[in-house]
């Protein structure tokens, strides 16, 4: 006796192709390639960065630049710096999450250490600077910008610098904030930074914290003074552009 529903079924097609599967094609200097998007891969393209400010110069920079009287028992530092600035490369723009980093092996042999320190250990460096530093720091930039600049042959003649006025919402009672404008968090406190681009290259130029009142004409001209003061010298032209708050 034969059970059809044992015996009848279909049997099950095979899957993937018959054929063997070729071997895959190796690398070479013909191997055509490219890069579209916007960030570097995780972790692997750090080595290129870290590389990139080896040729620049940026540890002589730092070193020459910032006045920083604290010794620091960790790691030097143009480490400290170095972490931070490679972190936001990755992707992390929060020290809390340098934990996610603390001993992965690509940046823990560019900083030359067995294990990255603690978040507090990068606060207290922070809490440790003056608001001097602030100012060397944007030195610095300018002084990266110009030597990027020079190494790419970037020559532009016209530039036009985009400065807005962002709002940055506050739940709390921080120290300077203000019932401004606020379209989407009406009536809430806020902040009101001013920060200026570099339209062609998308580059920060400068900026500054402030309360959330609006600008005042003062407030406006010191901001683009200090902005045409970091402009590269080969721009000849300026166009400015401004958003409402202006």
Not at 24 to 39: C, H, M, V, W
Not at 48 to 54: D, K
Not at 69 to 97: C, D, E, I, K, Q
Request: aromatic share 8%; charged share 25%; net charge positive.
């Amino acid at each position: 006796m034969n059970d059809n529903r044992k015996h009848n079924e279909k049997r099950p097609a095979r899957q993937g192709p018959e054929t063997v599967t070729p071997e895959p094609l190796k690398i070479g200097a013909s191997t055509p390639y490219d890069f579209s998007a916007r960030n570097l891969t995780a972790y692997g393209g750090l080595l290129p960065v870290a590389t990139m400010l080896e040729k620049l110069g940026f540890e002589q920079l730092v070193e020459e630049t910032l006045t920083i009287s604290r010794v620091t028992r960790a790691m030097p530092v143009y480490r400290f710096v170095v972490a931070m600035v490679l972190a936001l490369y990755v992707g992390f723009s929060r020290l809390n999450h340098l934990r996610f980093l603390e001993r992965e092996p690509m940046l823990t042999g560019i900083l030359k250490v067995l294990r990255l320190p603690p978040q507090c250990t990068f606060w207290r460096f922070l809490a440790s600077l003056h608001l001097t530093v602030a100012g060397q720091i944007l030195r610095i930039q300018q002084t990266m910008r110009r030597r990027v600049w020079e190494a790419a042959h970037v020559d532009l003649k016209t530039i036009t610098l985009d400065t807005d006025t962002t709002v940055h919402t506050l739940f709390g009672h921080q120290m300077g904030g203000r019932k401004s404008y606020n379209p989407k968090n009406r009536g809430k406190k806020s902040y009101q930074p001013i920060l200026t681009f570099l339209a062609e290259t998308r580059e920060y130029v400068a900026g500054e914290l402030r309360n959330g009142d609006r600008p005042t004409g003062k407030q406006i001209a010191r901001h683009l003074e200090g902005v045409f003061a970091a402009v590269p010298k080969s721009a000849e032209t300026i166009y400015a552009r401004a958003d409402s708050g202006f």
